[in-house]
């Protein structure tokens, strides 16, 4: 059996640290590519997100380069995602490859049992501690990206806090054992500490909200974090990886991370609409309360949660007085063109800071 399961940011740390653990072997998809989004694009409906478009991608090289087993996420409605696994299945089997597919979704006895099958003859405290290592190094790979986003708008000299982060990465992915981790995330921290810095400069604070995919993958927002960091602003967002896992658990669903979001959100959205809508809005809402310059808001062309987000967040932007750039995004969105605008959109968060001019956009 050789598992496969596509890229959605750090993410995969997690697959292969659990399913390494089982004893399995992992075949990775390639890093995501021009050549992933053509593959994508090609056999996808045209109408289709661009997420399932990627991920579709990400699946066809896993399986040219030998995976035989496929492990998708699902869930049911409003947003599309609920179909990803099926339509997927669908395309790829009329492409004609030969593999297995199994789905995880809401319904846990159920996700249990398919999980022990993966985990040959563990036991169920091998089975937690599986879990339990995986999801720390998910965790310490975010916060060595949160360390990257906070010092980035200071490095000196440009581009030396992703090449740090690069290797931390690295360093992160090549461990696999609890105490090799802990050697590993001591070794990543002085790593990214040891970025020269220059702190007299006082960086635009930006929130980064949106689509989990999208936000999450570097590949298909074209580096938006990396580029908004370069051009010397702070980065913070509301959606991580660690997160949506946590959400994903019926008892956490409501009382977890994304509790504080609808909380904040209600004013203008008092129920849950699908994707992360209500985080966009909710994430806003606080970053505006906290005294961020702007917001950039991240949506795949043609999805329904951040379009109903969008929407809403003309009157957020107008209520509390926040710059919102919103970046909507396909297969044929064009790095220059991405640049320009936010170049022009940390140029207006600068001369809105400097002259202290309040009012909109
Ligand atoms: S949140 Fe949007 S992009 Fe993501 S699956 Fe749902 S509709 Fe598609």
């Not at 050789?2 to 390494?20: N, V």
């Not at 694009?41 to 661009?50: H, M």
């Not at 490095?155 to 696999?176: H, L, P, Q």
Request: hydrophobic content about 40%; overall charge positive.
């Amino acid at each position: 059996m050789k598992i496969t399961f596509p890229h959605m940011g750090t993410i995969g740390i997690l697959g292969e640290a659990i399913f390494k653990r089982f004893g399995r072997e992992v075949i990775l998809p390639p890093k995501t590519s021009k050549r992933t989004l053509t593959l994508g694009s090609r056999y996808s409906p045209e109408f289709a997100c661009l997420p399932l478009k990627v991920t579709l991608g990400n699946l066809i090289e896993a399986l040219e380069n030998g995976a035989d087993t496929i492990l998708m996420l699902a869930a049911s409605g409003p947003c599309r995602f609920g179909y990803y696994a099926t339509l997927q299945n669908l395309i790829l089997k009329n492409l004609d490859y030969e593999y297995e597919l199994i789905t995880l979704d809401y319904n846990m006895p159920n996700n249990l049992r398919k999980l022990k099958r993966l985990a040959k003859r563990k036991n169920c405290f091998q089975i937690g501690e599986a879990f339990r290592f995986g999801f720390l190094k998910l965790l310490t790979m975010e916060k060595m990206e949160r360390l990257a986003h906070r010092i980035r708008p200071y490095e000196i000299k440009k581009g030396s806090t992703t090449k740090a982060y690069e290797e931390t990465s690295r360093i992160i992915r090549r461990t696999f054992s609890f105490k090799k981790l802990r050697q590993a995330r001591r070794k990543a921290t002085s790593l990214l500490r040891g970025v020269s810095l220059n702190r007299t400069r006082n960086p635009l604070k930006i929130g980064v909200v949106g689509e989990t995919y999208t936000v999450l993958e570097p590949y298909v927002n074209l580096e938006v974090e990396r580029k908004l960091g370069e051009m010397g602003c702070e980065i913070h967002r509301p959606v991580w990886a660690t997160d949506y896992i946590i959400s994903m658990l019926p008892i956490f669903n409501r009382w977890g991370p994304r509790r504080k979001y609808r909380k904040a959100a209600r004013p203008y959205l008092k129920q849950e609409v699908g994707g992360e809508c209500i985080v966009s809005i909710g994430g806003t809402v606080l970053y505006a309360r906290g005294g961020f310059d702007g917001i950039v808001h991240i949506a795949p062309f043609t999805c329904l949660p951040e379009i109903v987000a969008q929407g809403i967040l003309s009157k957020v932007k107008k209520e509390l007085n926040i710059p919102i750039l919103t970046l909507v995004l396909d297969e044929h969105t064009a790095q220059a063109g991405l640049v320009t605008r936010l170049e022009a959109f940390v140029d207006l968060l600068e001369r809105r800071r400097n002259k202290k001019v309040i009012g909109d956009r």
